[in-house]
């Protein structure tokens, strides 16, 4: 009798170990829910660039600006430009005043759209797969693969959280950072002639990009 | 960046000894000048075996510790470039030279040849042909995967030679990858020094190879003596010349106007090439690429593929 009380106990408790374990696991998946979550919120972005790409009635010749169009909607909404020229700039960006921190967030996301744009033509029903997650505080990474007839390319999306939103601010893809590389590139030519030579030269291959060098 | 490898796989004998006897002047000039003692970078100069799951982990943990908030952002104290982590380029005007070099090379000749050559020939073809070329340099893969300790990584190299080379027809087709889920393990030489936790050395821009370092062109000419091409070569030189520059060509027609998005895109188009370089041979070396810091050793990427890869989502990659 005792035994057998013994054993309804513990049965008890672990049944109730098991409600506290599922309540707890309920919370936390509240918690992280919608756009709280940067998985959702890249996910949610790459799945409306597929299926810009895949429609057909956009993938026309006629439509090809059109269709280019769309797809830099999305990424203005996923990505924080601002955020990206920051870290680009560090060590330089607080020297500007906010009129020059401005004009240069306007150049450099020109520059980064234009560097990927063209790759959408080339779509040809590759696939995106998710492979982790990685969130602390205010920061997360995002492991992706490109998956291209049978081969994979790495991508790994950085985050910060504003406010309530996740926003992509570096891409690295087969581990180069954009903006890691950017920062290389941009740095050479302000060690040599400065930063407004560096604005200058922007401008410049913004506008007739076939003449400078 | 993965032209690299298609460099490194196209590499031919001659080449080879001139890039060897150019490496020996240059180690014995520059040794002297530059400290060799920050060439191997503490990190990967832990070990000098081919390292542990607990090594691969403290390694593969860049973006982790980004996470954490314990790293200057992006896995790298930001300073002014060329000062602390990064590649030293004690060479670089010689360098820039070469650079225009390879640029005039790819505008004046590779590309107009590119351009018609992959006009006459669908991309299935030279989709074969590719395979061809990089199933004969399976021999590189199976011996650095060795050196690296990734016995698995030589097991799948050693089938995908076996069976690509016999059902596949010579390699022209790739039947481990596409019917048995092989995929190519690519290791260099390069990358197994890096492993052994040799430095990069310095930055080295060759003329018509194009990006590499001190290390990497080591790894290159050892390398070749696994090549059966380089063998081809010491027979008949004219004949593997065109063979190399066929193979460059055929690499070049996945790619064909990356390098000018590339280009115009960037502000110092060298600089971001040396950079481009540094970062995927680090993540080459660590396997780091999309592997989270738990995965170990998982997603390495093959070798013929990488290049279209790349320039498939890549920032950059300059071609040639």
Not at chain 1, 108 to 122: C, E, M
Request: some cysteine; overall charge negative; glycine content about 8%.
């Amino acid at each position: 009798m005792g035994r057998r009380l013994a054993g309804e106990r513990r049965k008890f408790v672990s049944l109730a170990m098991c409600m506290v374990f599922l309540l707890v696991a309920g919370q936390w998946q509240i918690g992280r829910s919608a756009d709280d979550n940067p998985l959702a919120a890249v996910k949610a972005s790459v799945q409306e660039i597929l299926r810009i790409l895949k429609d057909p009635e956009l993938g026309v010749p006629a439509r090809k600006e059109e269709r280019q169009k769309q797809v830099v909607a999305v990424v203005d909404n996923a990505f924080d430009f601002r955020e990206m020229a920051q870290h680009t700039m560090a060590g330089h960006w607080e020297k500007q005043t906010p009129a020059e921190q401005d004009r240069f967030v306007e150049l450099f996301s020109q520059l980064v759209k234009n560097r990927y744009i063209d790759k959408i033509d080339n779509y040809t029903g590759q696939e995106v797969v998710f492979t982790k997650e990685r969130v602390q505080g205010d920061k997360a990474l995002i492991y992706s693969t490109l998956v291209d007839k049978g081969t994979d390319i790495p991508i790994i999306y950085r985050l910060f959280k504003k406010g309530d939103t996740w926003l992509v601010f570096d891409l690295k893809i087969e581990n180069v950072s954009l903006v890691a590389n950017y920062r290389e590139d941009f740095f050479s030519i302000i060690k040599k002639d400065g930063y407004n030579a560096l604005v200058k030269r922007m401008e410049e291959k913004l506008q007739s990009p076939d003449k400078v060098n | 960046m993965n032209m690299i490898l298609y460099r490194r796989r196209g590499m031919r004998y001659s080449t080879a000894c001139l890039l060897g006897l150019v490496f020996f002047v240059l180690f014995v000039g520059v040794s002297g000048a530059t400290e060799v003692g920050s060439v191997v970078d503490a990190a990967t100069a832990a070990t000098l075996s081919a390292p542990s799951p607990a090594d691969a982990d403290a390694l593969a943990s860049e973006d982790e510790r980004w996470l954490a908030g314990k790293e200057g952002d992006f896995g790298r104290p930001v300073t002014v470039p060329g000062e602390g982590d990064g590649i030293a380029d004690p060479l670089e005007p010689l360098n820039r030279v070469f650079f225009q070099f390879n640029d005039k090379l790819y505008f004046w000749l590779l590309k107009p040849v590119t351009t018609v050559y992959s006009h006459a020939l669908p991309d299935d073809v030279r989709l074969c042909i590719r395979n061809f070329f990089d199933n004969l340099s399976a021999p590189v893969r199976i011996v650095n995967t060795l050196l690296q300790g990734k016995v698995r990584g030589s097991g799948i190299e050693l089938a995908r030679f076996v069976i690509n080379s016999t059902v596949g027809c010579a390699g022209f087709g790739d039947p481990a990858g596409v019917e048995f889920g092989l995929q190519p393990v690519d290791e260099d030489l390069g990358q197994t020094l890096g492993v052994y936790g040799i430095g990069n050395g310095i930055y080295l821009y060759w003329p018509i190879v194009g990006a590499s370092s001190l290390r990497d062109t080591v790894g290159l000419v050892g390398d070749s003596f696994l090549e059966p091409m380089s063998y081809m070569m010491s027979q008949n030189t004219g004949d593997s010349l065109v063979v190399y520059g066929g193979r460059r060509v055929n690499a070049l027609s996945f790619r064909l106007g990356d390098y000018e998005v590339f280009k115009e895109t960037a502000m110092d188009p060298y600089s971001a090439m040396r950079d481009i370089y540094y970062q995927y041979r680090q993540g080459r070396i660590r396997d780091l690429a999309g592997t989270a810091p738990d995965n170990g050793e998982m997603a390495l990427d093959d070798d013929g593929d990488s290049a279209r890869r790349q320039m498939a989502a890549s920032p950059a990659a300059p071609v040639r």
